[in-house]
């Protein structure tokens, strides 16, 4: 094709869709297109980018933002295509797209329109079909990968010319970010293409290559000086393809005065490729989430897939990061999930391993892409249906009646963590019920083998799997039922909540109530009494507090304040005795708890120690609450550089309640991240999933 020069050009890349659930970040600008744009500027073309990406950075832990998830039609589902689902476009509407076309004020000779995935190749019909309406005499042209997988449905797109070769000159411009005012992420691309062939898998047809780093790094910096933004995304096929060359990167970036934006690779690892060393470099730079790659434990299934490592290299991969200090709350595992002959037992396997290094499992219905070995393979299931089908949460191989099945396993993954996992077995099928109940007993001892192999090959993975014979287990899901049904002892739930903040604005709050609800959802029996220290106005200890309580100085008439004081603690006293499980919930101030909450704590020990002669608390269960901006990993060294402040809120609650004599060892949930807008939900959702396990395991208690 040749690239123009002298044009008026509107160019836009097509938002993805979906059905049900977003399975990742979906809405982020393809860096590519801004390169594009850049490239198609220096040929002397008058270029306007017309952003029709939401910018949201969260997948499927947290609602999508309003308006910026569009119904956009509905398509048939499953290898028969009877049934329907309603497809939604993560992004911008059609009437946006119509308004910026139209308040352009250079009126475009051409309009060029991006698209990622066969799939959506009916959207670009859409955006083209928009624009000659308003602009009968422009020219439409099409590119990105779907072009470059499937050239002849460009025409079938509406495309009066397409690109199907990548533009080399483009990829080595730097992106051009000028057509925002405003940008909440970075960008950055250091390499693109793939030397592996896995089955499902098109970008292979690119070449790869690399990017020079500090070419990279000089404009991520320029950005970060413009923007400040807190995040930089990197969306590369295969980032560590050039180990070193990531090495380069990330020390560089460590260094290179771009203090608080964190890293975030949104395609996977190549787990073989991944060493300690590399890790640790992660870990320097800031790397907030990165996806790892584990596919399948069925030998079948990674024979097909054809890998260049096996989930052995997977399973070493996670047991580094957890063990180099990435977060691993952040760390989403991709298996895939939607073939005809689908392994779900070896599926769970997987499921259960990810939850065991506390990463997130993330499986992945299958997308076929034309010209893909899995398409050939699946040929016949498919029977020639339309690409805009093959979108893979339509499950197009999956008979109808399977399809139910794979959605509530996918709701089943959703809520649940590891010490969850029985408690939601009711979502499961029965069938996949057992499976899953059957890899309990397998998958620690798979862990294992797969750590200790010496090598990562399809032999050594078959033996591995051959060793892990699966045995029943005794426990029966109607056993489990029954002790699901049984009612829960009456309890007194004593609840302290410390935050000046309405619970719109308190995420401690909300984490409280959400405690308390599921409390006594759990066990009706249960009661719970509130206490809210600002709403009951506690003051501090007073000096006539201090002579009647610590020295026995009594006083004909107490002030009205000293008098509340001495209420408030004998009524505070009483609850705690009479109290069969404390939460508290508070926020982190300065680094530790609010002063109203020490308040509360020294009220007590005061009257308990000098004035009814230390006779302190009985141990009970206490759940701690907390929330706080950042991050505060434990073992926590004051002299890390990553993390300059010390956080004293656990140590100085640890000590406290242990000093009451109420818990030596509290439970703490904590909701981190908070000055981060964009986390806020991902934090509550992951919050609340640590409650829920909490509450199945001790309301009935
Ligand atoms: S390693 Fe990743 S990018 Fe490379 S071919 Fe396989 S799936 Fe595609």
Known sequence: ?????????????????????????????????????????RRGNHVEYINMHSGDVQDRSSPAPAGESNAWKEKPMGSGGARKALMRIHGRSFEHFERRLKGLERKPHEVWISCAFTFDYDLVREYADIARRLLPSVKIVAGGDFVRVAPGIAVAAGADEYCAERIPEADECEPDFSSQKKW????????????????????????PRKFDVDGVLGYMKRFYDKYQPTSFWNWDPNVTLYPRQLGEFLDKFAAGGMDGATISFGKGLQPNLVNEALLKKMVRARVFSATLPMESANYEAVKRLNKPYTIISSIKLLELAARSGLQMSECRCTSLLGYP??????????YLSILKFKAVPSPFPVYLFPGSPDYEKYRGV??????????????????????????????????????????????????MKSKLL?????????????????????EEFRRIEKEIAVKRTKKTAAGKTEKAGKPGKAKNVLYVVANPAPERRSVSRQMGKYFTEAYVRTNPRARVTVVDLCAEG???????????????EKKEKLSAETEKLVELVEKYIVQLREADEVVIAAPMYTLSIPAILKAYF????????????????????????????????????????????????????????????????????????LDRK??????????????DAYVAVNARK
């Not at 993954?413 to 408690?423: A, F, G, H, Y």
């Open 1 to 41: 094709m040749n690239i123009p020069s002298g044009k008026n050009i509107a160019i836009l890349s097509t938002p993805p869709t979906f059905t049900g659930e977003r399975l990742c970040p979906l809405g982020l600008v393809p860096v590519g297109i801004l390169k594009l744009v850049a490239y198609l500027k």
């Open 184 to 207: 909440e992420y970075g960008l950055f691309q250091l390499q693109l293409g793939c030397v592996n062939k896995c089955s499902f898998c098109h970008v292979s047809k690119d070449r």
């Open 341 to 350: 002959d689908d392994d779900l037992a070896s599926f769970f396997r997987i």
């Open 382 to 431: 498919l029977k020639n249906r339309d690409y805009g089908c093959l979108h893979g949460q339509l499950w197009p191989l999956l008979p109808e009646g399977e399809i139910d099945n794979y959605l509530n396993l996918f709701k089943f993954i959703e809520l649940t963590t590891l010490k969850s996992v029985k408690d939601n077995l009711h979502l499961l099928p029965p069938d």
């Open 438 to 458: 059957r890899e309990f007993e397998n998958s620690d001892r798979f862990v294992e083998l797969c750590l200790n192999a010496k090598k990562d090959t399809l």
């Open 538 to 552: 506690l003051p501090f200890i007073n000096r006539e507090y201090v002579e009647l309580v610590y020295y026995g």
């Open 602 to 673: 020294e009220l007590i020990a005061s009257r308990l120690y000098y004035f009814y002669g230390k006779k302190m608390l009985s141990l009970k269960p206490v759940v701690c609450l907390l929330t706080r901006d950042g991050f505060y990993p434990p073992g926590l060294a004051v002299a890390d550089p990553r993390f300059p402040y010390m956080n004293v809120q656990e140590t100085l609650l640890t000590a406290a309640l242990g000093f009451l004599g109420l818990s030596r060892s509290p439970r703490f949930i904590i909701a981190g991240g």
């Open 678 to 691: 964009e986390y806020i939900p991902r934090a509550i959702v992951m919050a609340r999933r640590e409650i």
